[in-house]
Each structure stands twice: as structure tokens, then as C-alpha cells.
């Protein structure tokens, strides 16, 4: 009689799409009520078919099972007192899902929705990612369920401590470098490295990126999403014979990708006319007001409707709606995962959107790539169009190992090379396995490569 798990090791599994299919039924299996990871590893294998077949040492028995089983997840209890004295207990997480390239790195999101289906959607996305930048870096990634907004400068603080408590044991420069993502951002990232410090009586500023530029923080990190994504989508309209300038954009969020996304969009000559927080969209007839959008939102972490209240005439808040339905040539979608569906993305192509980027992870939904894809829109996916922040933070630790601190043009002309090089890989492997201008194919396969040739080579671990 075959056991299940012997099953699972035959090397005649590999590599037919109906095998791979084999493999994600049992991962769903394995892992229930994790719709978002779910999602995320069907989309990587969905693509994976004619790699495993036209490179045999790919169909490894194992090998995609491993790639879609996390190292190491961790998950301990948060407690802290709020301002009143109160005590709340949150949940921590840290899923260091593989290490084959470089020490687990991946931001840390603190949002009521965390669980550990997200964050293993994120750490999954994250290790294709890592790997499109070249620079030596696994994938993992983090948070808490812990909901930052109202709370005061201290309640973030406690929380971050408390936080960090616990994290400090399992990550180190070399072994885990956590980073920002929703809900963490310099002030927090400040509050946990203190934390750290505080702890291992160490100065050791490879451990966190997205630190502050006085304290260890490489200049362009707070930009590096943002400016990327439009990098990605400046090159995927290039290779279309077109470009950005006098392009109208769509931006979803108003946090810290789609700010730099807005600021780098006005730099190359587009005309950003929207951003959305939870409540509701701002479209803006005369462009977003790049330094309206940070006083109300970096500076007084207040919410958009704000924004549509100071601007005067050209501006209106749309409560509870969705950016998408405001026509434009560009969508670059940079809040949450999923908040791109199928009828957005027809009322975009209706619209003759022509390039979608996702400065976001996962934020359009499989069915609305699709039907991007069909339509001929160039679809960026967030695993390349928004490496640029992990790959500065990749900078960052560079150095932070070696002393020194590079000056802003310095980080933005490695940005630009990496997101250049970035397009490239992905538009090349995609033509090269018989998919042209399919720019998910490409970085799936193309990430997929740089790790599953480093997990060969290192042995089964
Ligand atoms: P921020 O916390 O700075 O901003 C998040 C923005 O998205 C806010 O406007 C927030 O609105 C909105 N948002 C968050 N969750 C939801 C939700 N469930 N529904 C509606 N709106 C929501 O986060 P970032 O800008 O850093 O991150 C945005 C996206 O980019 C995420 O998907 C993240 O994973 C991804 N990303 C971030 C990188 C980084 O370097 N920071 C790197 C690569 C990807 P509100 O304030 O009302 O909640
Ligand atoms: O999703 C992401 O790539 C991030 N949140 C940034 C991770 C990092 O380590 O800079």
C-alpha cells in the first residue's frame, strides 16, 4: 500500500501541470482557512509548469513542497497597557519561510486583518521577490493584528517593546531583518530598533532596515517602493514604444508607496489624480498636491477626506468608493491585497487603462489579471514592480556592514540599475519560455530559478 506522504515523493508526480496541481491540493489541505496563501502559491505554480519541464532537475521530488513549506513560523503573545492602564493582548508573528539566498528579510505589518495566512502570503510573495533583486536576501515576513490608528505615540511605543520582547531572539543581521510595511513605518521601526538595542546590548544596525538616515537608514529607503513602481511601469510602457510623461495615473492608498509612487509620478511627467485610505477615494482634476497629501497624511496621520476638505475646487471625496472607476491611462495599485477586482479591472480597460503596476502585494485579484492580460494591458506584478523598497533595504544592510552611509544619488542610481535589471530578467524569461510581455510568468519563473538552484545546490534541509 503507498502512504500519502510516498505519494507526495514520487518522481513521476513531476513535472505535468496535473502533478503540480497534486501539490497545491495538498498544500491547501495542509494549510486550511489561509485563503490569501492559498492564492498566493496557486499563482506561482499555475506558472511553474514549463520551467519543471524543460529542466528536469527542477521536478526534485520535494522540492516545490519544501519551497511552499515556511522554515520556521513563529507566533507568541503581545501584551501591552494603553494610556489608561488597560491591558490589550495581541498576536506577534514571524514566518521565516526560506533562506536559501541570504538571512530571512521581509517587512513586519501591524493591521487588525493580520493572521498567519497573510502573513505567509506576504513571506511566500516575498521570497520570489528577494530573489528578482540579485542581492542575497531570503524571504520572510511579520506583524500583529495589533490596529495602530489612534493610538498615541506611546501606546505605539509600549506595543513596539512589547513586541520586540519576544521577536528579538529569532532575528540578527545575519539570521532575520525585519522592515516596514502597513502600519510600520520609521517612528515604529525607531521604537522597536531602541527595543533591541535595549536588549542585547548591542549596536548592531543590520538587524532592522528602514531605520532613521541619522541612525543607520540608507536615504531613498522611504522612497524606494514607490519611485520603483513607476521605474517598472516606465519600462514596461519603453519596451511599448511609449512613456509616461502627459499620462494620466490612478494611485490607490495614500501610505508610504503610494506617496513616493505619487512623488515620482509627478517627476517623470505624469498627472496622479487619485488616492484612497480605508474611508473612501480623493480624485483630484489638477493632479494630486504632493505636499497637501504628506502634511495630511505623513504629518498629521489624518485621513483623505482631509485632503479633499483643504484643497478646495478641484478636489472631492468619494466615501466607501473604489479609484478605479476614474478613467486613466496608468493604475498603480498600492494599499492592500485584493482590492483589484475583476470588475475594476473591466472598468479600467473600458476606460484604455494600457499598464497596470502593483506598488502593492497582491492587489489585484487572479481573475482581474487575467482579464488584463487578455485586454493586452501590460501587467506589472507586485513580486517585481515593487521590489525597489526590499532591494534598498538590501542596500541598507550593505551599509550598515560596511560603515558607511551612500549619498541619496548614490541609492537612486542602484534603484534605477536594479529595477531596470529587474524588467529585463522578467521580460526575457517570459519570452523565453514562450509567454512575450507576460510579466507574471516571467518573474515567477525567473525568481522560482534563482531559488530552486540554491536550494539544490545546498541539499535537502
Ligand atoms: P502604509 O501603512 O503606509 O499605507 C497603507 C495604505 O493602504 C493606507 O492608505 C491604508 O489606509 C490603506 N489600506 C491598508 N489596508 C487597507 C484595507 N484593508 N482596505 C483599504 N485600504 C487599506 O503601508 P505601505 O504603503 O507601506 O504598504 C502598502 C502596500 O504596499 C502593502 O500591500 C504592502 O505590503 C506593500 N509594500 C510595501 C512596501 C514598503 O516598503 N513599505 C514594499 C513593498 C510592498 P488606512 O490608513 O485607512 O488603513
Ligand atoms: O513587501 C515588501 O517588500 C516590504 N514590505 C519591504 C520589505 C523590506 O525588507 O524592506
Known amino acids: 500500500m503507498t502512504t500519502r506522504s510516498e505519494a507526495r515523493l514520487s518522481p513521476t508526480l513531476l513535472p505535468s501541470p496535473s502533478s503540480l496541481d497534486i501539490v497545491r491540493t495538498e498544500i491547501e489541505h495542509r494549510n486550511p482557512a489561509q485563503p490569501e496563501f492559498h492564492q498566493a502559491v496557486r499563482e506561482v505554480l499555475e506558472t511553474l ?14 522540492l516545490v513542497e519544501r519551497l511552499c513549506e515556511p522554515e520556521r513560523q513563529i507566533i507568541f503573545r503581545v501584551p501591552w497597557q494603553d494610556d489608561h492602564g488597560r491591558v490589550h493582548v495581541n498576536r506577534g508573528f514571524r514566518v521565516e519561510f526560506n533562506s536559501a539566498l541570504g538571512p530571512y528579510k521581509g517587512g513586519l505589518r501591524f493591521h487588525p486583518s493580520v493572521n498567519l495566512g497573510i502573513v505567509k502570503f506576504l513571506g511566500f510573495e516575498q521570497i520570489f521577490k528577494n530573489a528578482l533583486t540579485g542581492l542575497g536576501i531570503g524571504g520572510g515576513k511579520g506583524g500583529s493584528d495589533f490596529d495602530p490608528h489612534g493610538r498615541s505615540d506611546t501606546e505605539v511605543m509600549r506595543f513596539c517593546q512589547s513586541f520586540m520582547t519576544e521577536l528579538y531572539r529569532h532575528i540578527g543581521e545575519h539570521t532575520d531583518v525585519p522592515a516596514g510595511d502597513i502600519g510600520v513605518g520609521t517612528r515604529e521601526i525607531g521604537y522597536l530598533f531602541g527595543q533591541y538595542r535595549r536588549i542585547t546590548n548591542r549596536w548592531e544596525s543590520g538587524v532592522l532596515t528602514g531605520k532613521g538616515p541619522h541612525w543607520g537608514g540608507s536615504l531613498i529607503r522611504p522612497e524606494a517602493t514607490g519611485y520603483g513602481n513607476v521605474l517598472f511601469a516606465a519600462e514596461m510602457l519603453r519596451v511599448r514604444g511609449e512613456d509616461l510623461e502627459g499620462r494620466t495615473a490612478v494611485v490607490s492608498g495614500s501610505g508610504n508607496v503610494a506617496i ?76 492592500t491585497q485584493n482590492e483589484l477586482d475583476e470588475n475594476d479591472a473591466a472598468t479600467l480597460v473600458r476606460n484604455g487603462v494600457k499598464a497596470v503596476s502593483e506598488g502593492a502585494n497582491m492587489p489585484t485579484t487572479p481573475q482581474a489579471v487575467h482579464l488584463f492580460q487578455r485586454a493586452g494591458v501590460a501587467f506589472g506584478p507586485g513580486k517585481a514592480a515593487n521590489a525597489g523598497g526590499v532591494a534598498v533595504s538590501a542596500l541598507e544592510m550593505a551599509q550598515n556592514a560596511s560603515r558607511t552611509a551612500w549619498g541619496a544619488a548614490r541609492v537612486e542610481e542602484e534603484l534605477a540599475r536594479i529595477m531596470a535589471d529587474i524588467h529585463t530578467t522578467c521580460h526575457e524569461t517570459a519570452e523565453r519560455y514562450g509567454f512575450p510581455g507576460d510579466y507574471v510568468t516571467g518573474a515567477n519563473i525567473a525568481g522560482f530559478e534563482r531559488v530552486a538552484d540554491a536550494m539544490l545546490a545546498q541539499g535537502v534541509i
Do not use: H, M
Not at 497637501?292 to 482631509?306: A, H, P, W
Not at 472607476?325 to 498603480?332: H, K, R
Open 260 to 335: 513616493y509612487t505619487i512623488e515620482k509620478l509627478l517627476a517623470l511627467g505624469a498627472n496622479p489624480l487619485t488616492c484612497s485610505d480605508s474611508s473612501g477615494y480623493v480624485v483630484d482634476d489638477k493632479g494630486i498636491d504632493l505636499d497637501l497629501l504628506k502634511q495630511v497624511k505623513e504629518v498629521e496621520r489624518g485621513r483623505i477626506s482631509t485632503y479633499a476638505e483643504r484643497r478646495g475646487g478641484s478636489a472631492r471625496f468619494v466615501s466607501g468608493g473604489r479609484v478605479w472607476d476614474v478613467p486613466a491611462d496608468v493604475a498603480l495599485p498600492a494599499a
Open 49 to 62: 509548469a514549463p520551467v519543471l519541464a524543460a529542466r528536469p532537475e527542477y521536478a526534485e521530488p520535494g
